[in-house]
């Protein structure tokens, strides 16, 4: 997909996640933040950090009120987009430093010389593999530090109503096998069964747990439809399962384009409840 619509796709997911955020986790990491002042501001860094809307989230919902925040983000265009959406942050006590850069890249030259506070992920873990990724990340945070990663993807596709239970079931284990086999640059970058896994990986890396719960997405039309943009969200969804499947040999080409098209209508019609299972996870270094 091209970068306005991924990005405006990013911009749909924001009420989607809203809802989700497993609360339980959020008030934990709350509470385990250290307390922020104008002499000593909270220093987050935000790792693929998007279009803004976490930081956005952070400050409408209160998490952060004196911080100097790093957001890094592979993707120019992103950026860009953050650097319009956060303008207003300019007159706030939240100092902003938005960069474009490969996150371990970064990541690489700032451990040793610029600790942080908290460290934040958001869906963004199950893109990676973890296990390595993980003491690359930590190294940023001070001794003591709290990560909050949130929407990791955790096995679950859910679409009703069923169309063919035989053939739904088919599309949901290829899609997530196609997770599981995703490589990037020669490296592997994806687990479908993200968010079980990362409590134990936490765990091995030394680090302390100190709450975990589910961040579901549930998204399904009310009486006036789907909430804001979230019709373009599923449809992109949708999308994204067919760019994932689409010249599958284990699937027949004629049925899997009736599937997608059959979902694309239940988009338009309001009909499409859409549920993927997530979790989220904070705790201390």
Not at 157 to 180: C, G, K, N
Request: charged letters at 20%; a negative charge; proline letters at 3%.
């Amino acid at each position: 997909m091209d970068s306005r619509q991924f990005i405006r796709y990013l911009e749909a997911k924001k009420t989607v996640d809203d809802r989700a955020l497993n609360r339980t986790v959020w008030q934990t990491m709350l509470a385990t933040l250290p307390p922020q002042s104008a002499e000593t501001p909270l220093r987050v860094l935000e790792i693929g950090g998007g279009i803004g809307t976490m930081v956005e989230r952070m400050a409408a919902w209160g998490a952060v009120t004196h911080a100097a925040y790093t957001l890094v983000d592979a993707e120019a265009a992103n950026i860009a987009a953050a650097q319009r959406r956060l303008a207003e942050f300019g007159r706030t006590n939240i100092a902003l430093e938005l960069v474009t850069d490969d996150l371990f890249a970064y990541c690489a030259r700032a451990a040793g010389y610029k600790n942080w506070n908290l460290l934040v992920a958001h869906a963004v873990l199950d893109l990676l593999d973890v296990p390595t990724a993980l003491p690359q990340l930590l190294a940023c945070l001070t001794d003591g530090g709290v990560f909050y990663f949130t929407i990791n993807f955790d096995g679950a596709t859910i679409f009703e109503p069923v169309i063919d239970p035989a053939l739904d079931a088919q599309i949901e284990q290829l899609y997530h096998r196609s997770m599981d086999a995703r490589m990037t640059n020669g490296k592997p970058s994806g687990d479908s069964q993200a968010g079980r896994h990362l409590i134990h990986q936490l765990s091995a890396a030394g680090t302390t747990v100190l709450a975990a719960g589910s961040s579901d997405w549930v998204v399904f039309a009310g009486k006036d439809g789907y909430s804001a943009d979230e019709a373009f969200f599923l449809h992109t969804i949708i999308d994204m399962i067919y760019a994932e499947l689409k010249g599958c040999a284990k699937l027949d080409a004629v049925q899997f384009a009736q599937w997608i098209e059959t979902r694309r209508r239940q988009i338009d019609n309001g009909e499409l409840v859409y549920i993927a299972h997530q979790l989220d996870v904070v705790g201390r270094k």
